[in-house]
């Protein structure tokens, strides 16, 4: 999984980057010529794997990781030119940073603070990336289709003639209604207004009290897409407190209840339509991502291809009932595992054992 950071300059992408990876990078990078992104694979924090691991304290724990990827601030109109615009097309989510905060000190480019106007904008550009996309191979398309008949150039651009009328009327493709063959279709162009995306509004100290209501004046009901707001100048300040004690203290003084990560973590999983799944190995207890409503038999092959095509069945548990069991083969000795078929749905949470002809 990796979540990529962009917006206009100044917004706080850094800052949140820190925040989220527990970094130290300075803020200033980019200011002083810093071309690369900052990057950073963190593990992603699930308090169920802990507890799981508590009962084969011997064994390593392996938590799912999610990769983070901090670009540079993007010029005001300059998405679709972007040097950036591979690293935004690789993510699997987008995390748009916006800036909610007042300070004359920094510039912005427009005359006026408004986080709203900013998320409109940055959605029209990168509907235009796409639709520069879609044009462009439409057109190549189209000659290519003068010259030889061909039955999947004419179905692919039919649904880029589709795709291209949606993109026109204004909406992201995140919004289309999508068919499986036609989202295998266009996988490859990895369309930039299509990929979920998290608005995350960096406010002022002055708002931090009232961030639930600051993302309430900005929730969108639109699909694959979410807001989130934070104070980046108190959590950066809190990343330099080691004692859990005074941040606690500080978190109050601000009016906070928590800090973003454990509220971001949980919003990108559900936006990504990601679970996880745990498995005890010999050496290993470790959590796996996957798709919501995927197959056992998906799941297999995502630890290994031999499970997948070596497949006879999956041992199930939940994971609540494994504690209260104390280990599996104390489940399996009082009949509480379950045999499941390569058609089993995997649910968030669930403990398998894969049994498999290698």
Not at 117 to 128: A, C, P, Q, V
Not at 135 to 142: C, T
Not at 269 to 283: A, Q
Request: hydrophobic share 40%; with cysteine.
């Amino acid at each position: 999984m990796n979540f990529t950071l962009f917006g206009y300059p100044r917004t706080g992408k850094t800052t949140l980057f820190n925040i989220l990876s527990g970094s130290h990078i300075s803020v200033k990078a980019y200011d002083d010529g810093k071309k690369e992104p900052n990057q950073r694979a963190c593990p992603f924090p699930d308090g169920r794997l802990e507890q799981i691991w508590r009962l084969y304290s011997e064994k390593k724990k392996i938590a799912a990781h999610v990769d983070f990827i901090d670009l540079a601030g993007i010029s005001y109109g300059e998405v679709k030119n972007s040097l950036f615009l591979n690293a935004l097309r690789k993510a699997d989510a987008l995390a748009h940073v916006v800036r909610g905060f007042h300070d004359d000190q920094i510039p912005h480019h427009k005359p006026s603070i408004s986080p709203g106007d900013d998320i409109r904008t940055m959605e029209e550009e990168l509907l235009l990336s796409d639709l520069v996309s879609v044009e462009s191979r439409m057109e190549k398309l189209d000659k290519d289709l003068k010259k030889a008949k061909s039955p999947e150039g004419e179905k692919e651009f039919e649904l880029l003639g589709k795709l291209r009328r949606h993109l026109e009327e204004g909406h992201p493709l995140r919004e289309y209604a999508w068919t499986e063959a036609e989202e295998k279709q266009v996988r490859n162009f990895a369309f930039l207004s299509q990929k979920p995306i998290l608005y995350l509004i960096n406010i002022d100290e002055s708002d931090a009290g009232r961030i639930h209501e600051v993302e309430r004046a900005q929730t969108t009901s639109k699909k694959n897409a979410a807001v989130l707001a934070f104070c980046g100048k108190i959590e950066q300040e809190i990343l330099e407190i080691e004692n859990e004690e005074e941040k606690n203290v500080f978190l109050a003084e601000y009016g906070l209840r928590e800090l973003t990560a454990p509220r971001f973590f949980p919003l990108a999983l559900d936006l990504l339509e990601m679970i996880f799944f745990f498995t005890i190995g010999k050496d290993e207890v470790r959590a796996w991502p996957i798709r919501k409503n995927s197959p056992a038999l998906k799941a297999a092959g995502s630890i290994h291809t031999d499970i997948e095509k070596g497949f006879i069945r999956a041992e199930v548990i939940t994971w609540k009932a494994i504690l209260e069991h104390g280990s599996l083969q104390q489940a399996k000795d009082r009949g509480a595992i379950r045999l499941e078929g390569k058609e089993y749905i995997v649910q968030d949470g669930d403990v398998i054992y894969f049994r498999f002809a290698p």
